[in-house]
Nanobody, 125 residues
Framework: QVQLVESGGGLVQAGGSLRLSCAAS????????MGWFRQAPGKEREFVAA????????YYADSVKGRFTISRDNAKNTVFLQMNSLKREDTAVYYC??????????????????WGQGTQVTVSS
């Protein structure tokens, strides 16, 4: 069992930056591959980025590649999402998720075992 709590969301102008954090508690954090997803109003939850248990492997949705960076600090039980050059279409609730079975997180929502409650990111023009 693991509990996930996101923070760092807010209102930002287009072109700006935000850094999301996801703090984990419970079982050993380094046992989990981690992912970030987002869900805009009226849309399905979509994959944003994933990172391996060690942090050595990462991959991104095409829509955020080159603008977002996922990282983790296993000593602090935290995964991050640095978001730069934000666009209006990045507006969504952002969720972190933990996958106990895979060495690196999957793009599938169903592949994750635990989810946080989400943090709102709003990008204004």
């Amino acid at each position: 069992q693991v509990q996930l709590v996101e923070s760092g969301g807010g209102l930002v102008q287009a072109g700006g930056s935000l850094r999301l954090s996801c703090a984990a508690s419970g079982r050993t954090f380094s046992s989990y591959a981690m992912g970030w997803f987002r869900q805009a109003p009226g849309k399905e939850r979509e994959f944003v980025a994933a990172i391996s248990r060690s942090g050595a492997g990462t991959y991104y949705a095409d829509s955020v590649k080159g603008r977002f960076t996922i990282s983790r600090d296993n000593a602090k039980n935290t995964v991050f999402l640095q978001m730069n050059s934000l666009k209006r279409e990045d507006t969504a609730v952002y969720y972190c998720a933990a996958d106990y079975t895979a060495s690196i997180g999957t793009i599938r929502v169903s592949g994750y075992d635990y989810w946080g409650q989400g943090t709102q990111v709003t990008v204004s023009s």
